[in-house]
């Protein structure tokens, strides 16, 4: 049966990856993905998922339902991907009427990522681009409210119910490229797990601490914190990707979360659910401090110094 395929990430999946390669893509492929409601040199189909949400940022003339409408004329399958899909079902049936008038079947595509990981990334990515202008912990409360983290109360459960089909597939590093190669080659794109490799290179231990404590100041600042890190890592010989400062979090996030990952197989994850669950978060003596607080204090001087904060 022809397909809609709404690719809603979420975000610090590697969205932009799939994007990237698919927005390139000039091979034969059963399933399209369509030139249009591109809004942001990611070229996600960022613009649909604005008409959906009734978000202002919605441009008409780059394309929305009705573009997708008219695409589905072809008979083709169509392949879309946005972060800023909505999963609110009422949004969501939109693109269900539009594909139960045309005969298609409409499926949510969903990666699943350790929620810890996810909410790290998610701080680091908004200080670093000075969006988020909060301290880590007030962050990290209003995150773990988000509906794309509770998998099956939010997105399973009511997506089914109105007869979407919700398909989640494992976010596992190491693994990530063949995933991504199988997921595409599923949908009749040609594909391989060396077209998705990429460099995302991960925060040191002692930026993402800086992100924590110094974070929502950097916004004022007029240096980049990657020239500010990059300047003082060096000096101290720091390095590595660092979860630390934060066992509240942990426990509060498994707390509030847990019954939603207890169990990959419910949401279709069998062949990865064991690999996908080692990827897990779990409390190491490296990873809860750092070892050095008085070198670490001198670190957050130097820094705080350069960036005037």
Known sequence: MKKVVLHVGPSKTASTTVQKFLSEYEGSAECLYPRWGWTRPDAGHHNLAYEMRGDRRFVPELGGLDRLAKDMETGRSLFLSSEDFPIHAPSVQKVKDL???A???????FFVRDPIARINSMYTQQIKTFVENSAFSDFAKRAQREDKLHLRSVVQAPLEKIGVNVRF?????PKLNQIFSDMCVGYGFSATAE??????????PEDIAL????????????????????????????GGKYFGFDQWLIDSVRETLAPEYEDMKALGLGEYAEELEAT???AKPKNTNISDQEK????????????HL
């Open 99 to 101: 594909s139960d008038a």
């Open 280 to 282: 897990f978060w779990k």
């Open 296 to 307: 670490f204090r001198s670190f957050k001087a130097d820094i705080s110094a350069f960036m």
């Open 211 to 238: 992100y924590r404590q110094l974070g929502h100041l950097m916004k004022d600042s007029k240096v980049s914190h990657w020239e500010a890190s990059n300047r003082f890592c060096k000096k101290y010989g720091f």
């Open 103 to 109: 005969g298609y079947e409409l499926e949510l595509l």
């Open 195 to 204: 077209d998705f490799m990429h460099t995302n290179p991960a925060p040191s």
């Open 169 to 173: 597939l494992p976010f596992i590093g």
